[in-house]
């Protein structure tokens, strides 16, 4: 039997890697659609001036 403290400990732990990757995932995918926006305007703005 594995100590119940050290389980608590492992969940813990595991939960706090998963919320870490899901907020650097949403991270990463914010700042790829924030940069495809960028690109849009920018695209847009050159057009325009052309």
């Known amino acids: 039997m594995i100590p119940r ?4 400990y492992q969940l813990a732990t595991m ?3 998963i919320l870490a990757d899901i907020a650097t995932n949403s991270g990463k995918k914010e700042g790829i ?3 495809a ?4 305007a920018s695209d847009s703005l050159l057009k325009k001036n052309q």
């Open 33 to 35: 659609a924030t940069q």
């Open 37 to 40: 926006r960028n690109d849009s």
């Open 15 to 17: 939960e706090v890697e």
């Open 5 to 8: 403290i050290q389980l608590v």
